[in-house]
């Protein structure tokens, strides 16, 4: 069964740098969204992209964040000057249609 | 704006035990339901989905039916396993929402004991 698979599954950064959290979506799916958990917090949307544009985007998603699908497989979540509240679990999801979304297996990003 | 509320966790039963886990949510028109599951070191996946009024949604035993009347789907099953110890989202895609943007309630805690 095609799955929806994340890179790497553990990234620690000191404050300030650059990270990018690799996702590859299920291949013949059209939507791609990326969310977060805090520890011990809600699922929270960050971004979804359709047709090689964000289709929309949270408050969360400020300038320090930016996506990308640079080729047809991968589809990236940058964040430029990482935050101590940047810590947290992130999800890349994948979908055929605007409704039901498969999750990878998350990143837990550990910002120091 | 849209969002979900579920009933706090944890929820402890015993194997074998009847679960519900409550969700009730807030948004304008017909959204689509889900439920998600998060197994423990695992991320989210789908369990049931229902996309208008009186739909059920099933799987792997689990059930739950969009009441646009009391805007809740509550999670059902009839005789849980240790094996379903989970945390459990309820979320919704509002129904004007082209993008796909999931709202998730604040997930509830499933502990089965044996």
């Known amino acids: 069964e095609p799955e929806v698979t994340q890179t790497p599954s553990h990234q620690v950064t000191q404050m300030g740098q650059e990270v990018i959290l690799r996702c590859v979506p299920i291949?013949?799916?059209?939507?791609f969204y990326w969310y977060r958990q805090i520890l011990g917090q809600k699922v929270e949307f960050l971004v979804s992209f359709y047709n090689n544009e964000i289709s929309e985007k949270s408050e969360i998603f400020d300038d320090q964040f930016s996506v990308e699908r640079p080729d047809g497989s991968n589809f990236t979540l940058k964040i430029r000057s990482t935050k101590l509240e940047d810590s947290a679990m992130y999800f890349c999801?994948?979908?055929?249609?605007?409704?039901?979304?498969?999750f990878g297996p998350g990143t837990r990003l550990t910002v120091t | 704006g849209n969002s979900v509320t579920q009933m706090e966790g944890p929820v402890t039963l015993s194997e074998e035990a009847f679960l519900t886990i409550n969700c009730t949510y807030t948004?304008?028109?017909?959204?689509?339901l889900f439920w998600y599951v998060q197994y423990p070191g695992e991320g989210l996946q789908l369990l049931l989905k229902a996309t208008k009024a009186d739909d059920k949604g099933s799987n792997k035993g689990f059930e739950a039916t969009y009441r646009k009347e009391t805007t809740s789907f509550h999670l059902e099953k009839g005789s849980v396993q240790v094996s379903d110890s989970a945390v459990y989202f309820c979320a919704l895609i509002g129904s004007y929402n082209q993008g796909g943007k999931l709202i998730f309630g604040q997930g509830t805690e499933l502990s089965v004991k044996p």
């Open positions: 999801a994948s979908s055929r249609e605007a409704n039901e979304q498969y």
């Open positions: 948004a304008t028109g017909y959204p689509s």
């Open positions: 291949s013949n799916h059209l939507y």
